[in-house]
Structures are given as C-alpha cells and as structure tokens.
C-alpha cells in the first residue's frame, strides 16, 4: 500500500451501547483499578506488565497454583527470552477440569458437539473431567507420561478434546496436527518433536464423502521411529451417550481398515513398529479419577508448528502458563465472553484457534461448539442452522467464509431464528469492506459488533482486536489488546501513525511462545534480529486519526511497484467489488522496469463470465481507476480456486511461486493442494 493512501474503510458503523459497557469484563477490570479510560488501562498494563499480567492470573482468571511463584517474570536472559511465573508448579488441566468438582460449573455443558451428519451429542464439565481421567490413566498404562511428545490427528471432535487434555493432564506435550494433513507433513512434525504416541481416527466425512483417515495416519507413523503407541478413535462408534463400545459390524470394519494400512506399510517396505489400541478398549474399565502430573508452569504443554516460506514448519512451544493465559484472557477481554455463552470458533485442533477455543473456554466456564464438517452441506444454510440449533452467542468466522456465503444472498440466512447471537469474530485475514458490511447488515442486523481479532501462533493470540466498549469501523481493529505493547513503525523503527508501516511489539507478554522447538537461534532470527528489543510480527498495518488499527498484511506479501507499497487486500477489495467476482488474490513479481508488477488471480462467481472477452480489461479499469495507472495489473489470470487453508485462509506466497514456476516451500496446511497445480496450468498460457 501507498503509504500517502488512505486506509480508512469508512465513517463508524457500530457504537456501543450503555449496557455493552456496563455488563463488559473490560470495564469491570477497569473499574476495579480505578482505570477511566481504555487508553490509560494500555498505558498501565504495557508499562507495568508485570502488574497486568500478575493481576490476570490471580484476580481475572483466578488460576490455582500447586506451588505459588516467587516471581511472575525473569528477564535476565532479555527481552526474548522471560521466564514467566518463576518458581511456581501448576498443570493447567487443574484449572480446565479439576477445580470445578463440586461446583455448579461441573453441571454446565463443557461441549456442544454435532457432526456433519446430523448426529448430536453434549458433555458436561463432570462429562468431560471423567472422560479425560479415564484416558489418562490409559495413558500412564501405556508407559507415557512426563515430557512425552503425543500427536492428536483428529477432527475436532469431543474426542479430539479428550486428547489433547489427557496428554497434558499426564505432563506430556501436545502436539496439534491439521485433520486434512497429508502423511509427510504429519512425519515431519512428530519426527520434530521425537513424538511417542499419536492419536487419531478411522475417518470422517466432507460433504456426504468418506476421507480414510486412519490410512494416513498409518503412512506417516511407519516413518516415525520414536513412535510406539497409536490410539484410534472409531467413529462408527460414536453415539448420543459419548463414547460407547461399537457393534460387531464397526469391528469388522476397523480389521479391514488396518490390514489395508498393513499392506500399504509393508508395499513401502516400512515395519510398523508402534502398537495399536482400538479407543473403547484402552479406556475400558478406567477408574473416573486420575491423578494430575504435578509440573513446573514453564513446564513445556505444547508444540505448534506453523508453516514458513522456505525450510521445514517452525515448532512453537508453549508452557501450561502461557498460551492458555493469553487465550483465555483475549476471550475475556476482546472478544468479552461470559460463563453463560457458547462460542463456536470455525477453526481445527491443527491451527492455533482450535487449542485456543479449548483453553479459553474451559478457564472461563463457559460452552465451547464444535462441528465437524463441511459448512455448506447439505445446503448453503449450514452455517446458520448450527448457530440457530445450538445457541450459539459467539461466532468465529473468517472473511473468505462470509465471501462464499454471501453469494447465496439472505435467505439462507433468514431461515433461522439468529436471536442467541451476541457478537461476531473474525481472523486469519484482512477484510474487504462488502463481505463485513454483509455480515453486519445482513446476519447481525446492524446490531451485532464484529471483533476483528489479529495476532499468530507464537503470540498465543492476539496483539490487536476489537471490544465490546469502543467504537467500530468495517474492517478496523479498536485497538492493541491489553497487555500487548503494540506498535506501528518505519523502516527504521520509529512510531508511525497515518501511514502503513511494520507491526512490532515493544515489551513481553505472557503468552509470547517459549522459542522455536530446539531452535533458539531461528527464533532470535525471526523475531528479534531487525530492531534491538523489539520483536517484529511480520505484518504491515496502520493506525488512522480516529485512532482505530489496521492490519493490511503480510509484509512478505507487500507489493512495491516501482517504489509504491501495496497491500494485496487494497487491491483484492478493488476486484471483489466487481459484480462477476467471488474473490481474488494480488500478488507482486519481479518487472524489469518497475521492481514488480502485480498479478491477480480471480475467481468468477459464474463461469458464463469467462466468456467475456471484455472482462479482464474491465478488472484491469478498475485498479486503475482506484489506485492510478502505475498500479495497473499486469496480469489477470481467472482460476476455479485459490489455495487455502483449512481455516481459509488464502496462501498468496504459494500462488505467487506456482506462476513463477518456484518451489513453493511447505504445502501441507493446504486444505485443496490440487489448486496448486491448477495455479500453474493457469499462469502456463497467461
């Protein structure tokens, strides 16, 4: 983006109520310090972090702790490297699970749960805490326990979530991988982390159609030499009642789907080398209570990998008072959830939302959703008729969701009674400005906020994201998150307001991940390497006069056409509003004369559009006409889909390499790696 551009989206849209305020945890925190304004409570929790932070874990998440730290941070190893907590002992399941025996909470619904199709099942706190102590000593049965790596390679499922906590509840680590990733993908992360277990399933359906899941799994697993157990989960069995002992028939069958994995193995010339354990067996006959692993809370909990541009997927690690104190304290704070909603965030246990959903709402005793399927199927109103059913309050969805969903106009929307609604989320991309209106207007009626919500993986959450008591413009974000010492900044680190510049943070957070898995020195090198102390995200945004935050990309997705900065999203706003656009993806390549020229890859809402020989030329115009004609397109390429992943978002570095002809590093997040190829065909005859 031009940095003289202007940004801004438009005048505000959403002011909150009197009664927004009053009933927010924000306000209520701020109250209770005596804090008048938001931009006095930034001041506080940035420049006395440890105040803040101190203060979230004692008073607003209220979290127990086996042994009370000394120190809530250490920074003697610098700014990259706290040490959070110090001293202290706690297992983060204590707080998910434990503390609520006894309570009202254990009564109230843990997990809202429906499967593509149809079927419905819910599970208690008490539900959820037996399930999981049951697994957990099955688990400790197996020889797994502290500092034991475990992949979960599952849907997300309330299996899933069993998982994920019983490996935790042992002292073990989590590890997250993506439903849809291929077999390489999947070794490479477990042979990263020296992985013991892994669970998973024998499969799940997408749009009426059976995926063999358990195939991969066994594919992946004979190249992992560490690994030694494999738990899998038989959705044939899965039933209103929980987990259940399935009949005879699904037995067979899941003799069937191993001896086919077996053959593959053997085909490959690769000995399975683990044990396998059929999930209804393993926990049969486990006792309803099961001790928890007492742990250090820097203790490591967790190994996300995200994927790069180049090189093998980067392992996040987080500890058991890191990322589930910053999830649940953005949920608390931004997104203002309360003990009585559910939040249903579109999301996989794979990407970061997915842990995210779990520990946020579990620490809030709230109600988490999950819905395993395809969200248009069997018609466009999925989405909608899940809210309606369930209740749900909260909303998570993306941008590119809202722009395949508005293409079927509002009577897949008027069909439900939305009336549970109390607010929408969105993350994982810019906004263009239609799509957000569309969702404010027509799904909330004009009534309903939109928290935009930005940050990644190795933030634990968010650094900027919208409230319930600040003022809303389409697109924007109301401010950095408390806590979170955001920044604007020039090529030289100075503070820039008005303008599009590099999104930095200035001082620790809580959440802030714990480096790269065995890999210091790529994580110094990542975050910290271009200004002293200071660590740089990765994202161009900016911040307009009324003081609202932009996020405008990634800043290796910024296009410089002979000497001007672009934001891929400016552009692909520009496209999209044309009539015969579902959604497009702007990218910059090398131009002799200019430095790079931008290329766009549009997606038609009809393919009768195609036919048009005027077309291209009219998207050309419009660009033009928008952004001047230096900026003109070089290229418009039509294609059938763009590559996204599973959360959709779109993956530009991968469309700019497939038309360059490039390697387009690591692929496996995709969620329709066939795009890629589709891609290249495309750009061979542009």
Request: glycine share 10%.
């Amino acid at each position: 983006m031009d940095p003289s551009h202007d940004f801004a989206t438009g005048p505000i849209v959403w002011r909150p109520t009197a009664e927004h305020i009053a009933n927010s945890n924000l306000k209520r925190f701020m109250d209770r310090h005596g804090i008048g304004s938001y931009d006095e409570l930034m001041r506080r929790s940035t420049e006395d972090f440890a105040w803040f932070w101190d203060d979230v874990l004692k008073n607003e998440l209220k979290i127990g702790f086996d042994k009370p730290y000394e120190k809530i941070v250490d920074l003697s190893r610098g700014i990259a490297l706290p040490q959070w907590c110090v001293g202290g002992e706690m297992n983060i399941v204590a707080n998910l699970l434990d503390r609520y025996a006894g309570t009202p909470t254990d009564a109230k619904l843990a997990i809202k749960y429906e499967s593509e199709d149809g079927s419905a099942r819910t599970m208690t706190y008490a539900e959820l805490r037996r399930e999981v102590n049951r697994m957990a000593g099955a688990l400790r049965s197996l020889g797994l326990g502290k500092g034991d790596a475990v992949g979960v390679f599952m849907p997300l499922a309330p299996e899933c979530v069993i998982a994920m906590l019983a490996v935790i509840k042992i002292g073990g680590i989590f590890l997250p991988l993506f439903s849809g990733f291929g077999a390489g993908a999947i070794a490479s992360r477990l042979n990263d982390a020296e992985a013991k277990a892994l669970f998973t399933c024998d499969c799940f359906t997408r749009r009426g159609n059976t995926v063999n899941m358990k195939a991969t799994a066994n594919e992946a697993a004979a190249q992992v030499p560490t690994l030694r157990q494999m738990i899998v989960h038989r959705r044939d069995s899965d039933n209103n009642s929980g987990v259940g002992v399935p009949p005879a028939r699904d037995r067979a069958s899941e003799t069937s789907l191993d001896h086919a994995a077996s053959r593959q193995g053997a085909r490959a010339g690769r000995p399975r080398h683990w044990k396998e354990h059929a999930w209804y067996k393993l926990i049969d006959a486990r006792p309803a209570d099961s001790p928890t692993q007492r742990t250090n809370a820097e203790d490591p909990m967790m190994i996300i990998y995200t994927s790069g541009t180049t090189g093998k997927p980067k392992g996040a690690l987080h500890t058991h008072c890191g990322f589930p104190i910053k999830a649940a304290q953005d949920i608390l704070h931004g997104l203002d959830l309360h003990d009585d909603e559910t939040l249903w965030w579109v999301t996989d246990i794979g990407w970061m939302m997915g842990p995210w959903l779990v520990f946020g709402t579990l620490l809030l005793g709230a109600t988490m959703m999950l819905y395993d399927g395809a969200l248009d199927y069997p018609g466009p109103d999925r989405l909608w008729s899940l809210c309606a059913k369930h209740r749900v309050t909260s909303l998570g969805i993306s941008p590119t969701l809202v722009r395949a969903l508005l293409k079927h106009g509002e009577e897949p929307v008027r069909k439900h009674d939305l009336s549970s609604l109390r607010k929408f989320a969105s993350t994982g991309e810019p906004w263009n400005p239609d799509p957000w209106m569309w969702l404010f207007q027509t799904v909330g009626q004009g009534k309903l906020p939109i928290i935009n919500y930005s940050g990644g993986t190795e933030i634990s959450g968010g650094i900027v994201m919208g409230n319930v008591i600040m003022p809303l413009k389409p697109c924007a974000f109301s401010a950095p998150l408390p806590g979170m010492a955001a920044d604007v900044v020039d090529e030289h680190g100075n503070s820039v307001r008005g303008k599009v510049g590099e999104l930095v943070i200035r001082k620790p957070w809580i959440g802030m991940t714990r480096g790269f898995w065995r890999d210091e020195k790529r994580y110094l090198e990542t975050y910290w390497s271009r200004f002293k102390d200071v660590w740089v995200h990765g994202d161009f945004a900016a911040v307009d006069d009324d003081g609202l935050w932009y996020i405008v990309g990634r800043s290796d997705d910024t296009i410089k056409v002979a000497g001007k900065r672009l934001g891929p999203a400016e552009v692909e706003s520009i496209l999209v509003g044309d009539p015969a656009v579902q959604e497009a993806a702007a990218i910059g390549v090398p131009d002799e004369l200019k430095g790079q020229a931008l290329v766009c890859f549009v997606v038609l809402k009809s393919s009768e559009d195609l036919k048009r020989e005027d077309l291209k030329q009219r998207l050309v115009n419009r660009v033009v006409n928008e952004l001047g004609k230096p900026l003109a397109p070089k290229a418009i390429v039509f294609v059938n889909e763009l590559p996204k992943t599973r959360n959709a978002k779109v993956l530009r570095r991968v469309i700019k390499a497939a038309y360059l002809g490039n390697d387009p590093g690591d692929v496996s997040s995709l969620e329709n790696p066939g795009a890629v190829e589709a891609l290249k065909r495309a750009a061979s005859v542009r």
